[in-house]
């Protein structure tokens, strides 16, 4: 499993809500978005972790913030607004319901928010605010994260991401001059606020399926395609049990497996993986065309630039390019806990993997790794472990109430 398709389930229900809170409030005073440098661009890092693009942004002149850039959102949600230091003022609460909840989501809509990016500042914000944090995003990413920046960054500007600097340059859309020919354009489309292309996928048995694809930098996949005999996708001969997201209720399952083909204009890819399962947006914010999306799995083999403006996107292959598609070799899914994120529990134990043949249960607290204590260890390093080609097993210390165990883990590729 990748454990940030965790909230692409709570994305789609948020988008029930979101355009009928934006069209409410649409009274509201707006300034937008600014570069503050002269020169009319602003370069800084962002952290790359499982997948996913974590920016610092500084809220109503506060502390700074961790926020992910995620095109697969419209409207900018803060997880939880109970810090008192944020001064943010609700002009109203609202009830979310939708799909793979328990109930409804408390949340608030908070307007005339400033937000702060380095070098950049956005005045007459809206935000959606959640009564508590029901993402939990930051045990999944090993770190603070505390809210999501979508469209209303991106439609202002054209965004640059650099996977392997891990740097980011915001141009003025009029000041921007494509600053190579090696890029590639592709022409996009912007619906409910999120950007799609065309793609064509070949699958195992040699059919081809032409569609729209939604480009997600939220999400941690390479591929997620949704079965459907209408569209002609089909589940692959092998798959495995996997999650592509969570609801507020627990898990939404769905299959892992792998496609013949994966092209996108000039670039392809082969023996792709690909999740299986309904992670859709609603019909009325997605194209009728539409037959998955695109994660960061397999945006971070490019330079990419987006200019929503002109409609368009560039891709520049970078040396990640001609990598390998590689799962989670172990079956163990881990959640970060405790001080500084270094407790890290057992979530989850898939069937038939090398964790369960070796005795790994749900719950199970790793203590130390390959002689190496897990505190002296992040999240992502963990992953990046269990992905290897290793071929030793892989010693773990394990904490199973108050007894430590010891378990000898050969990793194995399962799809």
């Not at 850039?69 to 607004?81: F, I, M, Y």
């Not at 500042?121 to 508590?132: M, Y």
């Not at 994260?145 to 915001?170: A, E, N």
């Amino acid at each position: 499993m990748n454990p940030l398709k965790m909230y692409c389930t709570f994305r789609k229900i948020l988008m029930l809500g979101v355009i009928l809170l934006i069209t409410s409030n649409s009274r509201a005073q707006f300034i937008g978005y600014r570069i503050d440098e002269p020169e009319k661009k602003s370069v800084f890092n962002f952290q790359f972790i499982n997948n996913l693009i974590i920016v610092p942004i500084v809220l109503n002149d506060s502390v700074e913030m961790q926020f992910i850039l995620d095109t697969g959102v419209r409207t900018t949600l803060l997880t939880e607004g109970n810090d008192n230091h944020l001064d943010v003022s609700y002009n109203r609460p609202v009830k979310i319901s939708g799909l793979g909840t328990s109930g409804d989501i408390q949340a608030y809509v908070a307007s005339n928010v400033k937000l702060q990016l380095p070098g950049i500042t956005g005045k007459g914000q809206t935000l959606i605010v959640l009564g508590e944090d029901y993402l939990n995003l930051q045990s999944h990413i090993g770190q603070e994260v505390h809210g999501i920046l979508g469209y209303d960054f991106f439609s202002h500007f054209v965004v640059r991401i650099d996977y392997i600097s891990k740097k980011i340059t915001v141009y003025e859309s009029n000041s921007f001059i494509l600053p190579s020919d090696k890029f590639t354009r592709f022409p996009i489309s912007i619906a409910g606020g999120r950007p799609f292309l065309q793609a064509e996928i070949i699958q195992m048995d040699g059919a081809k399926t032409h569609g729209s694809f939604l480009i997600d930098t939220g999400a941690s996949h390479s591929l997620l395609l949704e079965p459907s005999t209408e569209k002609g996708i089909f589940l692959p001969s092998k798959t495995l049990p996997t999650i592509v997201g969570w609801g507020l209720s627990g898990p939404i399952p769905g299959r892992l497996g792998r496609i013949k083909l994966f092209t996108l204009g000039k670039f392809s890819f082969k023996n792709t993986l690909a999740s299986f399962g309904d992670c859709m947006q609603p019909a009325s914010q997605s194209l009728p065309d539409r037959i998955g999306s695109i994660g960061g799995e397999l945006l971070s083999r490019f330079t990419v630039i987006f200019d929503y403006k002109s409609e368009q996107m560039f891709l520049k292959k970078n040396y990640h390019y001609k990598r390998g598609f590689e799962h989670n070799k172990s079956g163990i899914d881990l959640v970060a806990d405790g001080e500084s994120f270094k407790t890290f529990k057992v979530a989850h134990v898939m069937e038939n993997s090398p964790a369960s043949t070796a005795g790994i249960m749900e719950g199970d607290i790793i203590v130390a790794i390959n002689g190496k204590g897990a505190a002296q260890l992040d999240l992502e390093e963990i992953h990046g472990i269990f992905r290897s080609d290793i071929s030793q097993p892989v010693q773990l210390i394990i904490l199973r109430g108050r007894k430590y165990q010891s378990f000898s883990l050969r990793l194995k590729k399962m799809i």
